[in-house]
């Protein structure tokens, strides 16, 4: 399995079905996959992220599927298998949870060992919406634990809404909710967002606060943004890698490998 004949099969297998155009999930674009020492260096685009990202995967050292780990009959079948554990890794947040670091102006992403955003005993998600519901009524349950859900409503209704997060105790229950983020755009092609509200109840661990902002960058740039501002000025936001703006904010660039 490992003979360079062998690795130049799963090689061009890979590629077949990682660079065709609608491959592994909705948002992925493959860029090239290129053999890299003992293993293959995934290239991709996701969603409208401004980064480009990169991923190794090892060749094959037995005919086993990377994603259930059974046998595999061919660097056909392997390759496919790659497919559908991609499509796994993305759809549950593989770019948003992956260590990262820049190379050669791309992302390369590390899930081994990576830990969970939020700290334990918290999760962090998106703040569910109706549609079909008053901008008025949204996030009412936050709201009845003392959250001021008043700007994110107010983006609502003027359609400037891009992301809204919320923060609760991880637990059978899923309360109670202890901080929110929300984000709004500021242009109308959508490429500047604004970090409106970063907020946890008091005696909440800051690490809460920390996910909250880096997952609400994280969003966004995936929606598209280029950079976000923001005229909040706390500690966890110059983790997250905000910098003085000359107007006295906040501001970060989300390309990653510029």
Not at 92 to 100: H, M, P, Y
Not at 117 to 146: K, S, T
Request: net charge negative; proline share 5%; glycine share 10%.
């Amino acid at each position: 399995m490992t003979a360079e004949w062998f690795r130049a099969d799963v090689l061009a297998a890979v590629r077949a079905r990682l660079l065709r155009p609608g491959a592994v999930t909705a948002g992925f674009a493959g860029v090239e996959v290129v053999a890299e020492g003992d293993g293959m260096l995934v290239a991709f685009r996701w969603r409208r992220d401004p980064n480009t990202y990169a991923l190794r995967i090892g060749f094959p050292a037995a005919p086993e599927s990377a994603w259930t780990g059974l046998p595999v009959s061919s660097a056909a079948e392997w390759a496919c298998d790659v497919e559908f554990l991609l499509m796994e890794e993305l759809d549950t947040g593989l770019v948003r949870r992956s260590r990262r670091t820049v190379r050669d102006g791309r992302v390369l992403l590390d899930t081994r060992d990576a830990p969970d955003v939020w700290p334990a005993g918290y999760f962090v998600g998106e703040v569910p919406l109706d549609d079909d519901a008053p901008a008025a009524d949204a996030g009412f349950w936050l709201a009845r634990e003392g959250l001021d859900v008043g700007v994110p409503r107010r983006l609502i209704a003027e359609a400037r809404l891009a992301c809204w997060l919320q923060a609760y105790v991880d637990n059978a229950r899923g309360k109670p909710f202890v901080g929110h983020a929300a984000a709004s755009w500021e242009d109308e092609r959508h490429t500047l967002a604004r970090l409106d509200v970063l907020y946890v109840l008091p005696g909440v661990p800051a690490g809460v606060r920390l996910a909250l902002a880096l997952l609400a960058v994280r969003e966004v740039a995936e929606a598209g943004a280029l950079g976000v501002v923001t005229a909040i000025d706390v500690s966890e936001l110059r983790e997250v890698g905000f910098g003085s703006a000359g107007d006295g904010g906040l501001v970060l660039r989300t390309r990653s490998g510029a």
